[in-house]
């Protein structure tokens, strides 16, 4: 059974930092492009950012500059560091992994940027 378990989420004041980590169950951890999505309440789910097994990376637009994705082999993680939050970032968070023609969603960690 995969399993993708996130960890992180808060209450955190506008300009704060965060940092989000997702733990994936599967073997060949390398294969999976991993990433993080968001949805805000009355919104779509969006992407946040992806990560390649190779480490490539893509970000939306609103999080460049401000966001890190990044990786860790040995513990089959993903981070997600999170700077100069704004309340637009208030949202649910998803880990996800996709490989193997399969893609697979954590629960979900709530984000609140709020003074």
């Known amino acids: 059974q995969v399993q993708l378990v996130e960890s992180g989420g808060g209450l955190v004041q506008p300009g704060g930092s965060l940092r989000l980590s997702c733990a994936f169950s599967r073997n060949l951890f390398r294969v999976y492009t991993m990433g993080w999505y968001r949805q805000a309440p009355g919104n779509q789910r969006e992407l946040v950012a992806t990560i390649t097994g190779a480490g490539s990376t893509n970000y939306a637009d609103s999080v460049k500059g401000r966001f890190t994705i990044s990786r860790e082999f040995p513990k089959n993680a993903v981070y997600l560091q999170m700077s100069s939050l704004k309340p637009e970032d208030t949202a649910v968070y998803y880990c996800?992994?996709?490989?193997?023609?399969?893609?697979?969603w954590g629960q979900g960690t709530q984000v609140t940027v709020s003074s």
């Open positions: 996800t992994a996709e490989g193997y023609g399969s893609v697979y």
